[in-house]
């Protein structure tokens, strides 16, 4: 599979999410190879980790005010930190959803997880470089990254 | 039991976001929710109270997945229909959750329209 079907396939998942739960579609920019530093992390990341034929990370990174709006389209009033961990991963479940679907059992993937804090280190393995692919609604910007090698 | 009120509703989620979303979205006038459940086990305790006739479950969760308590809930009761709705939207998930007694099987992400209708069908199934 080429690298560019297999970002095709996350940012396919995350435009679904716009579209479906959201009701209000993102926009993706053009995306970059994250050279000399690492990517810009928010507030909020969901992630999934892939072993077996192909190795890395690829997560969703999202500022607090992005995740809030997205929970009030979605008619939740309670914009606690709790909720917006649970909004960023299930986000993250729909990057692991299409990558089961598309990848096939070649590629082992874990479940998602969870961190907060812009100051996060992702851990990203050597030999990958990780391209951003830039996500914006409305007036909010976030990041999908695939690091895979 | 109230004759406008049929069936039981249990929603199994590990997401608060989701269980609350799976509440508002569903708009069936004779489906009464009857609780929510963050994992397996929880969810066949409240099984054992609340006696739901209808389950919307996920599958990845903590302490208990979605498919082990299919079924163990499709033990307890054969009649029990389960909707599974899942962001693991590959075939070989959704045949393992029928085969192990699901009714069917939504993916997420979802619209409250497509909630609706696969909880029709599930009644009707």
């Known amino acids: ?149 | 039991m109230n004759a406008t009120r049929a069936h039981r509703l249990m929603i199994v989620d590990d997401s608060n976001v989701m269980r609350r979303k799976i509440e508002r979205s569903q708009d069936i006038p004779n489906v009464e929710i009857v609780g929510t459940a963050g994992n397996g086990h929880e969810a066949l305790a409240l099984h054992a109270e609340a006696r739901p006739t209808l389950v919307t479950m996920d599958l990845t969760m903590p302490e208990m997945d979605g498919i082990e308590c299919v079924e163990q809930l499709v033990g307890r009761d054969p009649d029990i229909r389960i909707l599974v709705i899942s962001a693991l939207a590959d075939k070989a998930t959704a045949i393992e959750a029928l085969e192990k007694g699901a009714s069917g099987f939504l993916c997420k992400p979802f619209t409250e329209r497509q909630l609706n209708d696969a909880l029709v069908k599930l009644i009707e199934s």
């Open chain 1, 1 to 149: 599979m080429s690298l560019q079907r297999e970002i095709g396939t996350f940012v396919s998942a995350v435009l679904n999410y716009f579209d479906t739960a959201v009701q209000q579609a993102a926009v993706v920019g053009t995306p970059y190879l994250a050279l000399g530093k690492p990517p810009d992390i928010f507030d909020y990341t969901g992630m999934i980790r892939i072993s077996g034929k192909k190795k890395g990370v690829v997560y969703f990174t999202a500022p607090k005010g992005m995740l809030s709006v997205m929970l009030m389209r979605m008619q939740e009033t309670d914009m606690s930190d709790a909720n917006l961990r649970d909004l960023v991963g299930e986000v993250a479940n729909t990057l692991s959803g299409n990558a089961r679907k598309d990848f096939g059992r070649n590629f082992i993937i874990s479940t998602p997880s969870v961190v907060t804090g812009t100051s996060t280190t992702i851990g990203h393995s050597p030999d990958t470089r990780p391209i951003v692919v830039p996500i914006d609604w409305r007036t909010y910007h976030a990041n999908l990254v695939v690091c895979l090698n």
